[in-house]
C-alpha cells in the first residue's frame, strides 16, 4: 500500500486559575491536540473496515483503485492537574471516528512524585496508563515527534497495551549517570495479544480508548462459530 498523509496539529493550552492562594494549590492545565489528514491509499481497505489491510486507512475492495480522504484523525484532550508538592493528576481522553465510543480515556492516574532529600529519588503512578516500555511514542498525547506511523511493535502498544496500574520507580543519580528501577502490579490486560493471534501486526499510530472495541476481518478461521483459536480471549474485538 502506498500512502501520502500530511497531518496538521494544534495544540491549545487553557491554564486553571489556582485556588488556594498561600502555596499556589491546586491547579489546572489542559492542553488539546487535533490531527488533520489527507489521505491517499489503495490496495485493500483497512482492517478497521473489517478487512485485511495492515494500516489505518487503505483503498477499496480491488487493488488498483485509490482512496483520497480529509479525515480528523484525532483530537485529545491532555488535563494536568498540580494538587500539592508530592501530587498530581494525568487524563488524557480522546476522540476520533476510529473508536466505537464518542469520547474514550487513553490514560488518567494520580502520580506521587516528591522533592528527592538523597541521591535516591522515590515516584508511583496509580490508575490507567501506558507502561514505560515505548522509545517512540514520547510526545505529547502520547504521539511520536520522528514519524507519523510508528514501529509494529510500538503500533500495537497502542492498541492492546493498557493496565490498570500500582507503578513504583526509584531512582539512584550518581554525577551524570543514574540508575532507575520499576515494578508494577496490574490487571485489566488480559485480553492483551488477541489482535496478534488473529489479526497479526499492523503499522499505524492509533491508540485504543481504554472502552473501546477494535474490528477482525470476518473470516471463517477466526469468526463466532470458528474451532481455530476458540479460547483466545475475545473481550478486546467485535467478533
Excluded at 492562594?21 to 473489517?50: I, M, N, Q
Excluded at 489482535?195 to 499505524?204: H, I, Q, S, T, V
Aim: glycine share 8%; proline share 6%.
Amino acid at each position: 500500500m502506498k500512502r501520502t498523509s500530511l497531518a496538521a496539529f494544534l495544540c491549545l493550552p487553557i491554564v486553571g486559575a489556582p485556588v488556594a492562594a498561600d502555596e499556589g494549590f491546586p491547579t489546572l492545565k489542559v492542553d488539546f491536540l487535533a490531527d488533520a489528514r489527507v489521505t491517499l491509499a489503495d490496495g485493500e481497505p483497512s482492517w478497521f473496515k473489517d478487512w485485511l489491510g495492515k494500516g489505518r486507512y487503505g483503498g477499496t475492495h480491488w487493488a488498483g483503485n485509490d482512496v483520497e480522504e480529509l479525515r480528523l484523525a484525532e483530537v485529545s484532550a491532555v488535563a494536568r492537574a498540580e494538587i500539592n508538592w508530592d501530587f498530581s493528576a494525568f487524563v488524557h481522553a480522546k476522540f476520533d471516528h476510529e473508536q466505537n465510543k464518542p469520547v474514550d480515556l487513553v490514560e488518567a492516574y494520580l502520580k506521587f512524585k516528591p522533592a528527592p532529600k538523597s541521591s535516591l529519588a522515590y515516584e508511583a503512578r496509580l490508575g490507567l496508563m501506558f507502561p514505560h516500555i515505548s522509545r517512540e511514542n514520547i510526545g505529547f498525547a502520547w504521539t511520536t515527534p520522528y514519524t507519523i506511523t510508528p514501529s509494529a511493535i510500538n503500533s500495537w502498544v497502542g492498541e492492546e497495551v493498557r493496565a490498570l496500574a500500582l507503578e513504583g520507580k526509584a531512582t539512584y543519580q550518581t554525577g551524570a549517570h543514574s540508575l532507575s528501577l520499576t515494578a508494577a502490579i496490574f490487571g485489566f490486560n488480559d485480553p492483551a495479544g488477541t489482535l496478534l493471534a488473529f489479526r497479526g501486526w499492523a503499522l499505524n499510530d492509533y491508540k485504543v480508548g481504554a472502552f473501546s472495541q477494535l474490528p477482525l476481518a470476518d473470516l471463517p478461521s477466526i469468526g463466532a462459530d470458528s474451532d481455530f483459536l476458540n479460547k483466545q480471549p475475545l473481550c478486546s474485538s467485535d467478533q
